[in-house]
Antibody
Framework: EVQLVESGGGLVQPGGSLRLSCAAS????????MSWVRQAPGKGLEWVSD????????YYADSVKGRFTISRDNSKNTLYLEMNSLRAEDTAVYYC????????????????WGKGTTVIVSS | EIVLTQSPGTLSLSPGERATLSCRAS???????LAWYQQKPGQAPRLLIY???SRATGIADRFSGSGSGTDFTLTISRLEPEDFAVYYC????????FGQGTKLEFK
């Protein structure tokens, strides 16, 4: 069974940093692209970032480009999201998702989602 | 960037009724790259439909998707109590945009 478990969320001050992790199991990590998607309180879903199965190709929403970095360690079956220069508008539940194919960004849907981890940016 | 607009914002129906949810794109979307997700309160989204009309594994056949070009529809033939949730469409042919969601609530 495919499982995704996010961790690393918490309360951080504006301008601070946080690293999220997503532990994957039940599939060959390197064969699938992965995504981070966030949901602000009471709002809809916002795609944040994608990474290819190999980790070579990465993609970002304009709202996080230059501040967030997606990476993966396929030997540990773990996906990461390094978040810097955090703003109040980054407050959200962050979900990781397994995509349906190896390449990132587009042509593949999000077929399995984790339960999410909450990030609160506040002073 | 393709913008997806879902309607209605809220749909009030009763169990046993038929639900029709709409997703309209600002530009043509290849029907290969349109998905629908269901999200219940406090839970993660769940994939329902991909490629406009293919049901994901384990999804009941009362859920069906259709459409082409800029107009897509999710239909739930006979609502069950567990179907009351928020539904999002997503296009993944260029970027990964989501619609703003339709809340399906008890009437």
């Amino acid at each position: 069974e495919v499982q995704l478990v996010e961790s690393g969320g918490g309360l951080v001050q504006p301008g601070g940093s946080l690293r999220l992790s997503c532990a994957a199991s039940g599939f060959t990590s390197s064969s699938y692209a992965m995504s981070w998607v966030r949901q602000a309180p009471g709002k809809g879903l916002e795609w944040v970032s994608d990474i290819s199965g190999s980790g070579v190709s990465t993609y970002y929403a304009d709202s996080v480009k230059g501040r967030f970095t997606i990476s993966r360690d396929n030997s540990k079956n773990t996906l990461y999201l390094e978040m810097n220069s955090l703003r109040a508008e980054d407050t959200a539940v962050y979900y990781c998702a397994k995509k349906s194919g190896r390449d990132g960004y587009y042509y593949y849907y999000m077929e399995v989602w984790g339960k999410g981890t909450t990030v609160i940016v506040s002073s | 960037e393709i913008v997806l607009t879902q309607s209605p914002g809220t749909l009030s129906l009763s169990p046993g009724e038929r639900a029709t949810l709409s997703c309209r794109a600002s530009q043509s979307v290849s029907s290969s790259y349109l998905a629908w997700y269901q999200q219940k309160p406090g839970q993660a989204p769940r994939l329902l439909i991909y490629g406009t009309s293919s049901r994901a594994t384990g999804i009941a056949d009362r859920f069906s998707g259709s459409g082409s070009g800029t107009d897509f529809t999710l239909t739930i033939s006979r609502l069950e109590p567990e179907d009351f949730a928020v539904y999002y469409c997503q296009q993944y042919g260029s970027s990964n945009n989501f619609g703003q969601g339709t809340k399906l609530e008890f009437k």
